[in-house]
């Protein structure tokens, strides 16, 4: 009974049975069509009973049924026409469509879709459309992405020029955490269709997310020149080379942007990111509070303005934006973590009177979601404002959980050692070191560093990393250590080995590449470090302060002077970096700028002022 399909006049010589079947077939779908449901219900129900062995009739009859969400029946319906025709390909493609309507609110459909769709694919292996709508099956509905990036490879193999699947393909593998195989895809088929500018940009996306910076960079600037005008393009230009330390270039791009669409609170906050990299922090400053003005609940954005503060020494300022982010806070929970938020920002500006204040009654209460911190904060402003003993009691004096022991007894320790009691902080030391457990023997190691008894910490954090050779943190600071107690060959091999673990762990990274800076050594690989390290704290002057110093030793006077300057304005109280950066004046014959540079760093008083005072006795006369 195809021909009922086919025609609504049924042909010459049909039976009196197929004529009656044709009409009601015709009937059903003209009713169905003007939207009266009831009587093209009535109409399907009398098809069915004059043809009820034709599987055309019931798809049919199961699209009107998911029209009319009636997706229960529409499944039966299409699953007695695939027994009907089990092989025929109209069938299974209807099968598809109908349990695909119908997998929102039918148990079972998703796997029916898939059953159909791979019995078609069986049948006809070059079903692109098929092949796509399995593997979006396998992976949006059942989170198969290996399946379905195996199905869609088949797909792109048939119509390899379809961005469609490209994007899905790509999706797949990362979904699997397969990113190399993503991002091959996206490569290869850049290379045959460069105009394809979502994948570009999803290319960029995928090789900043694993790090390379550089690679993504170079990715967004092998765009056709028509499409370098792309305001997205140039947005996630603006911030590769925000990470790659091209910071002139990108500010460039965004105030392009800007001048676009002055009001973009992503432009305008990237451009107070680089500005702030840059050293810039009081232009900074005042487009973080124009972005505060827009959002004041941003966490970025207050996160970034308190550190901008703190950089300027503002730190009232830093003080009272915490305190009325605080106070605007929605709940306890989000209080709290802001109350916490505000201790911290009150420790690192030395505020400790107002530390203390703030965080004695959370300290006192075992029940505060701030306890361990509150605790451990009031303790160190205690010791802090000359408070030594009753910190000293008060840890002695703890019966609470909250505290880990190992917490207490390394503060005890130096509290101890404080007061000329040191053989009692020494026995706690040694009982911290001589446990199993790796957060006591940091404990005890770290106590150590502080102190700056670092060939004491070497043996601790051996043993801890015996007891946990997979410890980033542990391997970390035992390479520091090994270098601060004089052992570098030592220090480069953990760190080294470190790295095998973690490529990307910023702080090894600058670590071992300013060794390298320091000694003359693996310059470039050392500029390479650095450089892996500062693309993720951009504004950290540290990192900045080691890449210059490395470009410095190769003899790269131009480059190493915009970084040592720029390391400067990031952190204005450095001895190391004020010393850095009067050498270079000095080689470049710079007298009075030499002289000025380490003059800071012999005032800021750090431990290389001996022989910054003999550097800066050697100066020529200025001239």
């Known amino acids: 009974m195809v021909a009922i399909l086919l025609a609504v006049t049924p042909p010459s010589g049909a039976s009196e049975v197929e004529e009656s079947a044709a009409f009601q077939f015709a009937l059903a779908r003209s009713l169905a069509f003007e939207g009266a449901v009831d009587e093209a219900l009535t109409a399907w129900e009398e098809v069915l009973l004059l043809a009820a062995d034709d599987a055309y009739v019931r798809v049919e009859y199961a699209r009107f049924l998911v029209g009319i969400g009636r997706f229960a029946e529409a499944s039966m319906q299409v699953e007695e026409a695939r027994r009907l025709a089990p092989q025929n390909t109209d069938v299974l493609r209807a099968a598809a469509d109908v349990h695909l309507a119908a997998r929102r609110s039918e148990p079972g459909s998703v796997d029916k879709a898939v059953e159909s769709l791979e019995e078609l694919l069986r049948l006809q292996p070059a079903n692109v459309q098929a092949l796509i709508d399995l593997g979006r099956l396998l992976l949006i509905d059942l989170d198969q992405p290996e399946r379905a990036a195996t199905v869609l490879t088949e797909a792109v193999n048939y119509r390899p020029g379809s961005r469609t699947i490209q994007s899905f393909l790509v999706e797949a593998w990362m979904r699997a955490s397969k990113r190399p195989e993503a991002e091959g895809v996206l490569s290869r088929f850049l290379d045959t269709d460069p105009e394809f500018l979502r994948g570009r940009l999803m290319l960029a996306r995928q090789q900043s997310q694993r790090g390379d910076h550089r690679a993504a960079r170079e990715t967004l600037l092998g765009a056709p020149q028509s499409q370098l005008q792309n305001s997205e393009l140039r947005w996630q230009l603006a911030g590769q080379l925000y990470r790659t330390g091209e910071l002139e270039r990108g500010l460039g791009i965004l105030d392009g942007l800007l001048e676009e669409s002055p009001d973009s609170f992503r432009d305008r906050l990237l451009k107070a990111m680089t500005l702030e990299a840059m050293g810039h922090n009081q232009r900074a400053i005042a487009l973080y509070e124009g972005l505060l003005e827009d959002r004041p609940q941003s966490p970025e954005v207050v996160r970034a303005l308190v550190k901008a503060f703190e950089r300027e020494d503002l730190q009232q300022r830093a003080e009272e934006l915490l305190r009325r982010w605080q106070e605007s806070s929605q709940n306890e929970m989000e209080a709290a973590g802001r109350r916490g938020e505000l201790w911290g920002h009150l420790m690192r500006s030395e505020s400790w009177q107002t530390l203390a204040a703030e965080s004695r009654a959370a300290a006192e209460d075992p029940e505060s979601p701030l306890h361990l911190q509150a605790f451990m904060m009031y303790v160190e402003a205690l010791r802090r404002t000359g408070q030594a003993e009753e910190a000293l009691a008060l840890l002695a004096g703890y019966s609470g959980t909250s505290v880990p022991a190992h917490r207490l007894a390394s ?41 700056e008894r670092y060939a004491e910490a070497v043996p601790v ?37 470190l790295l095998r673990l973690d490529p990307g762990y910023a702080p090894a990274l600058n670590y071992l590449g300013y060794m390298s800076a320091e000694r003359g050594e693996n310059l470039e690989e050392a500029i390479d470090m650095v450089d892996r390290a500062l693309a993720q704290e951009p504004d950290n002057g540290a990192y900045v302060d080691s890449v210059g110093w490395a470009h410095f030793q190769l003899g790269h006077y131009d480059r190493a002077r915009g970084l040592l300057e720029r390391a400067a304005r990031l952190l204005r109280d450095n001895p190391i970096i004020s010393e850095h950066l009067g050498d270079l004046y000095a080689i470049t014959g710079e007298s009075k700028l030499a002289r000025q540079a380490y003059a800071r760093a012999i005032e800021l008083d750090g431990e290389n002022r001996l022989q910054v005072e003999a550097k800066l006795r050697r100066l020529p006369e200025e001239r």
């Open 411 to 451: 503060k005890e320790a130096e509290l101890l050692a404080e007061l000329d009691r040191v053989e009692e902080a020494q026995a706690l030391l040694e009982q911290l070191a001589d446990s199993t457990e790796v957060s006591s023997l940091l404990a005890a190691a770290q106590v150590y560093q502080r102190q």
């Open 461 to 497: 954090l051996s043993k801890a990393l015996e007891n946990d050779q997979d410890s980033i943190y542990v391997r970390y600071w035992l390479g520091a250590a090994y270098e601060r107690s004089g052992d570098p060959v030592r220090a480069v091999e953990i760190f080294r080995g």
